[in-house]
């Protein structure tokens, strides 16, 4: 019985998940050309992605990235969510639905407002700057396009985390922290030794989800591409490096190489991150 | 600050932090809010009066109707196509890939059986495929059965929703007791019958949360309609809305189509906006329980 409720998502899941899976790994241990035709090359795509400068450079791009945007948004977003929590707020409500709301707004949309907003000619920003005969600042150099980029993955995804934290906030049995307000713990120190341990699992899970997605970047510097193809190359992001390569360069078989070293990568810093809470767990 | 001595029996300095906390909040929510203030005045104005005035008041002439059928006539109405085409393809995903969801979480809920654990943990571990694995397989997969260029070819792969499996596998765990269930079957109802008629109900708040999480996720997705749909009258609207900027943005090429842009990208966020704050009240229920069991 259980297998006729299952059938629907297995079925998907084989066609949509684990056949693309194989179809990749296969398709990146070829190699296509137009004399000769397709080649099983092994391991070379691999040995050629270890050593691809585009590559790394993507990665160390997002590298930077996400070691600045990541606790800053995660940490946004656990504030927030404390706050909410607490009691102290004098509208929670509109402050829960107004910082959840750029999560209901698409990337792309995201991406082109702040890109407006970051605009010389009628960007608010340069107009204030301007009005205060200041040079007005400039979002999208090779200098500054990443945390300009991080702004904007800040706003879109901070209360999304929140609310998933909160949630979790939520869900902790207050039996937990009564005690300790009646034997007058501030709300700091219970928010510290109580609250934030009980939700660790929920803080685990967007930090991952985090990262993932930091590695997958790509919509919104694709769409800065467009009016700044000097500072956003076509492998800023890995992801976008994998899209070039397949559908600019036609290198289906690199590109799915590259693509699972990225995932890789990817997994071997979650892993890590993993680790160290685990042992961190065991320490305490 | 009467909400903070109240909430607080110690007196004035909880009252200063409370202050500060909301101080707090209020530059939050400013920042939050303000980029889609900007939207809203820019939809209102000419492509003079965007270049003009200050982004933050109103410039005359008040244009906002006029840039709504500018969008609305644009490329002989292709906006609206985009907007059925995205509407056709988030509201199927979402519907069936939150029945799947919801069929395949009650299983492993529910049922034991051989190989369940090992089966919910690749289900689950396949949340961190990245996507950009899948996609060229899938561009691949979709132009050799020919639904490359058919709606086809984005809603299928979101009918993979893992995340959703594992939400209402908790979900359904919290949910609906096992005595009832047992009771069904005292009864002589068919496991089907049971899963419509009594489990479903009880399922509703995560069915509620896994269905926007994945409307949202489909409405707002750009890489795969990006890869998988090749036709301009096929886009979604984040598609659209990225080609139209890229004639507006172009270096060398530039077209004058600021307003346009700026409107359309309003009128893309109207319809989940909504969506939201109609069924916020329900959803976080199921994300309640999400967030803590691990």
């Given at each position: 019985m259980p297998y006729l409720f299952l059938s629907p998502f297995l079925v998907s899941f084989l066609a949509f998940v684990v056949y693309p899976l194989i179809y990749a790994a296969n398709l990146s241990t070829t190699r296509t050309r137009i004399i000769g035709g397709t080649t099983f090359v092994g391991i070379d795509n691999y040995l050629r992605a270890l050593s691809d400068d585009n590559f790394w450079t993507g990665v160390r791009n997002m590298v930077a990235f996400g070691i600045v945007q990541v606790p800053i948004m995660l940490g946004a977003a656990l504030g927030a969510a404390l706050l909410l929590d607490s009691?102290?707020?004098?509208r929670p409500t509109v402050f829960r639905l107004v910082f959840f709301?750029?999560?209901?707004?698409p990337s792309v949309v995201a991406a082109l407002v702040w890109g407006y907003l970051y605009g010389?000619?009628?960007?608010p920003i340069a107009q204030i700057a301007r009005f205060l005969s200041l040079d007005p600042p400039l979002f999208i150099t090779p200098a500054t396009v990443i945390p300009s980029l991080a702004n904007i993955t800040t706003w879109q995804w901070t209360g999304y985390n929140m609310v998933i934290m909160y949630a979790a906030l939520k869900a902790i049995p207050t039996e937990l922290y009564e005690a300790a307000r009646v034997d007058g713990a501030s709300g700091l120190r219970i928010a510290w030794h109580i609250k934030i341990p009980a939700i660790a699992p929920a803080i685990m899970l967007t930090l991952v989800f985090s990262i993932i997605g930091t590695f997958q970047l790509f919509n919104e510097p694709n769409l800065f591409r467009i009016t700044s193809p000097t500072v956003v190359?076509?492998?800023?992001t890995p992801n976008m490096y994998v899209y070039n390569l397949a559908f600019?360069?036609?290198?289906f078989d690199y590109s799915a190489a590259i693509a699972f070293t990225l995932a890789v990568v990817t997994a071997l810093l979650v892993a890590l991150v993993l680790g160290f809470n685990a042992w961190r767990r065991r320490r305490a | 600050m009467t909400t903070a001595t109240r909430t607080s029996p110690r007196g004035r300095a909880p009252s200063r932090n409370a202050v500060f906390a909301n101080g707090i909040m209020v530059a939050g929510f400013l920042y939050f809010i303000l980029p889609l203030v900007w939207l809203i005045l820019a939809s209102t104005k000419t492509e003079a009066g965007l270049f003009d005035s200050f982004g933050y008041w109103f410039a005359a002439p008040f244009n906002l109707l006029q840039n709504i059928s500018d969008v609305f006539a644009r490329d002989h109405g292709v906006y609206l196509t985009w907007t059925r085409n995205t509407a056709i393809y988030a509201l199927s995903a979402a519907v069936l890939s939150t029945v799947i969801a919801a069929l395949a979480g009650y299983a492993f809920a529910v049922y034991d059986f051989r190989g369940r654990n090992a089966v919910f943990a690749i289900v689950v571990g396949s949340?961190?495929?990245?996507?950009s694995v899948v996609a060229v397989p899938l561009f691949m997969m979709m132009s050799n059965f020919g639904?490359?260029?058919?709606l086809l070819a984005v809603i299928l792969p979101a009918l993979v929703n893992p995340f959703g499996v594992y939400l209402m596998k908790v979900y359904a765990e919290h949910a609906i007791p096992r005595e009832l269930i047992d009771a069904g079957r005292v009864d002589g109802a068919s496991e089907l019958r049971i899963f419509a008629s009594i489990a479903f109900r009880l399922l509703a708040p995560g069915l509620v949360t896994v269905f926007l999480l994945s409307f949202v996720g489909a409405w707002n997705n750009y890489f795969l309609p990006l890869l998988l749909l090749g036709k301009s009258d096929l886009f979604t609207l984040s598609v659209g809305l990225a080609y139209w900027n890229s004639l507006a943005t172009?270096?060398?090429?530039?077209?004058?189509?600021y307003a346009l842009v700026v409107t359309a990208s309003l009128m893309a966020i109207i319809p989940v906006t909504i969506a939201f704050f109609i069924v916020q009240r329900y959803w976080e229920g199921g994300l309640t329980v999400g967030g803590v069991k691990e």
């Open positions: 009691g102290i707020l004098k709301l750029p999560f209901a707004v010389q000619s009628f960007g190359g076509t492998n800023f600019g360069n036609q290198q | 949340v961190f495929v990245p996507g639904l490359s260029d058919t172009q270096p060398g090429s530039a077209q004058f189509l």
